[in-house]
């Protein structure tokens, strides 16, 4: 079947054109809203700019297909081949893209509100400057979990997304929003977090070891039980931070504000937090073993039963601080 044919058919009415061999099909422009696609071979074909909204195409076979500015606002790409696809400005808002291929897909400034991409697999795919905010990746008794390793998220827009227990070990997310977003048990192993925005972001049990978080802001973050080992602070924002059982290990917190953060019984054992602002930070029962406190300050810090022993100190603000014994430094 030809483009035209196609297009003719559609006007006519007739909507169901499942399990097609399309590939290379040109319908670019195409108004072709509602139709049915599903298990259709449309392998190399052309839909710049055409009018896909509410389409079918689960199932599809969409490799290497060009929907760059397409309309695919809640199309169903349930399942479908979407590697290697060109979405360049697409929008799929509150698109179902469940358990859908988008591994090495160009989704370049794409629009993905509300999109459901839970068991989506988007390892190496190119999402800079895309919005996807109240995107659905969540994890469902590990049945639905959402792989973007290695994905390309900088600077996109993800404020409130849902990413319980996804993979981004390794993404880059430098200056993406993640503002109030969902992140509890996520991987993000080595990721790029440079300049990130993660006010208020659930990181409980978060997997974060190696990430490099400079300059990013962390303020009121929730950070239960979650592992930084190694991590790079230096000079982010952790204002009223959650960082209680947090591992810490390691990690590079120069210059970084820890203002009344609480980091009772974190494990900061050999961190750097040379120049840190800690003022009235609950470090209650916290292990500073051989940790680098130098030039600090830790005015009305809560240190009771913090092991100091072996943690360098020198010329660290201390007044008012509450000292592992109890007693209050003048």
Known sequence: MNADELIGRYAAGELDFNALSLSGINLNGADLIGINLSKSDLQGASFIFAYLSRANLSQ?????????????????????????????????????????????????????????????????????????????????????????????????????????????ARVNLRGANLSEAMLRGVDLSEADLTGAILSGTFLTEAQLSGAILVGANLVNAKLERATLCD?????????????????????????????????????????????????????????????????????????????????????ANLKGAKMPDGKVNS
Do not use: W
Request: hydrophobic share 40%.
């Open 231 to 315: 991590v790079d602070l230096t000079g982010a924002n952790l204002h009223n931070a959650i960082l209680p059982d947090t591992k810490l290990s390691k990690a590079k917190l120069e210059q970084a504000n820890l203002t009344a953060a609480k980091l009772s019984r974190a494990d900061l054992s050999r961190t750097n937090l040379r120049h840190a602002n800690l003022t009235d930070a609950n470090l209650i029962d916290a292990y500073l073993a051989r940790a680098d406190l130098s030039y600090a300050n830790l005015t009305d810090a809560n240190l009771v039963r913090a092991e100091l022993s072996s943690t360098n100190l020198m010329n």
């Open 60 to 168: 599809a076979n969409l490799i290497g297909t060009k929907l760059s500015g397409t309309n695919l606002n809640q199309a169903d790409l349930h399942r479908a081949n979407l590697h290697d696809t060109d979405l360049h400005g697409a929008s799929l808002q509150a698109a179902d893209l469940r358990s859908a291929d988008i591994t090495l897909a160009n989704l370049l400034d794409a629009n993905l509100i509300d999109a459901d991409l839970r068991n989506a697999n988007l390892s190496g795919a190119n999402l800079t400057g895309a919005c996807l905010r109240g995107a659905n990746f969540r994890q469902e008794n590990r049945q639905y979990v959402a792989n973007l390793r290695g994905a390309n998220l900088a600077k996109t827009d993800l404020r409130g997304v849902n990413l319980t227990g996804a993979d981004l």
